[in-house]
């Protein structure tokens, strides 16, 4: 249940983040959008989909292209 509701939050904020970078043409939030609608089918752990979360919704302020 708590994995199926971590997949729905980082997928809203990928849906975000991948509309956000397209008008704005940056390429990083537009490819951590992707990953973050992408990365819950793969992982089962809930630790492990926090913390690739967690990295994905910082990746965009920490890069400049």
């Given at each position: 249940m708590n994995e199926l509701f971590?997949?729905?939050i980082?997928?809203?904020f990928g849906a975000a983040y991948?509309?956000?970078g397209k008008r704005?043409?940056?390429f990083a939030p537009?490819?951590?959008?992707?990953l973050l609608c992408?990365?819950?089918?793969a992982t089962d752990s809930l630790l492990w989909l926090c913390v690739?979360?967690?990295v994905l919704l910082a990746v965009p302020f920490f890069t400049d292209f």
């Open positions: 971590v997949g729905l980082a997928g809203a991948f509309v956000y704005q043409q940056k537009m490819i951590s959008g992707v992408v990365y819950p089918y690739i979360g967690a």
